[in-house]
């Protein structure tokens, strides 16, 4: 049978968007968990090649090859895996090694997100390299509605001044320009340290107590909750909301699990019979 040239180019067209991308990468390496996270997220989870330490979600990312940690990046074991596509995070990876990498003409793209838009925008982004690029376009609308749908929700509630502790000697919390204060706003919470210049400022406990947190958020499971309480106890017996560590300080898909959670347990702070002094522990799938 011979086809009119309308519908071989109509064909043809259907064949482009049914495959795979053409420009889509094949052996991509990931240099942190969250970009790990990102790069299964939008459908590349078959052309990773390998990971940092620490990418351990979802659960087949414990498969992958490390060659990247804190001390630093494995160059010759990375040059040997030939990637085609490198994933970076310039806040945890050496600037140097990425440069000596960049120098092998293997590209780089850096996923730095400080906020949720910058998550679903990273997601758009790696569409470029996936597989499937719509599973990654699709994923980056589902945080945007996600988002929206907070905002929305709980932007009726009476604000809550809240303090996001994390470590108690020294005492460390997060700033406005970080992507953990600004799931406090999703919420309709107020960082107590909205006002710092930095965005991981170092704090003083009087400091703390003259601002007068009315609940206070942590990272961690439910044994962080009697130590952040002894901590304060007895100026300060409010709230502690402990969540999930790696929902609640990856910048990847899963912040919206802990900013979701967080939500339903703040807004559940001032209900009748509500316990104004008691912990509250966070839990769900992991």
Not at 26 to 32: K, P, Q, T
Not at 161 to 175: I, K, S
Not at 238 to 259: C, H, K, Q, T, Y
Request: charged share 20%; proline share 8%; hydrophobic share 45%.
């Amino acid at each position: 049978m011979i086809l009119s040239t309308s519908r071989r180019a109509g064909l043809l067209l259907l064949l482009i968007l049914l495959a795979p991308s053409a420009w889509s990468a094949h052996r991509v390496i990931s240099l942190a968990p969250h970009t790990t996270e990102l790069a299964y997220a939008a459908g590349m989870g078959t052309v990773l090649v390998a990971a940092s330490a620490w990418s351990d979600y979802p659960p087949q990312a414990k498969k992958l090859e490390q060659v990247a940690s804190w001390q630093g990046i494995n160059l010759e074991r990375i040059l040997a895996l030939k990637p085609d596509l490198i994933l970076a995070w310039r806040g945890g990876n050496p600037q140097r090694q990425l440069d000596q990498l960049a120098a092998f003409g293997i590209p780089i793209l850096y996923i730095d997100p400080l906020t949720v838009e910058d998550i679903a925008k990273s997601l758009d982004s790696l569409a470029a390299y996936s597989p499937h690029p719509e599973q990654a376009h699709q994923a980056a609308r589902d945080i945007r509605q996600r988002a929206a749908d907070l905002k929305k929700r709980y932007a009726a509630n009476p604000p809550i001044r809240v303090f996001m502790q994390f470590g108690n000697q020294p005492l460390f919390t997060a700033g406005k320009r970080t992507l953990q204060s600004q799931i406090l706003n999703l919420c309709n919470a107020r960082n107590i340290f909205d006002d710092s210049p930095v965005p991981w400022p170092q704090v003083s406990r009087e400091q703390v107590l003259i601002r007068k947190p009315q609940a206070i958020v942590t990272a961690g499971d439910d044994g962080r909750i009697p130590l952040v309480k002894a901590f304060w106890q007895p100026q300060l017996t409010v709230p502690v909301i402990a969540l999930n560590e790696d929902w609640f300080n990856r910048s990847g898909p899963r912040i919206m699990l802990a900013a979701e959670q967080l939500c339903r347990t703040l807004a559940a702070r001032d209900r009748p019979g509500g316990d104004n002094t008691a912990a509250v522990k966070i839990s769900g799938v992991h």
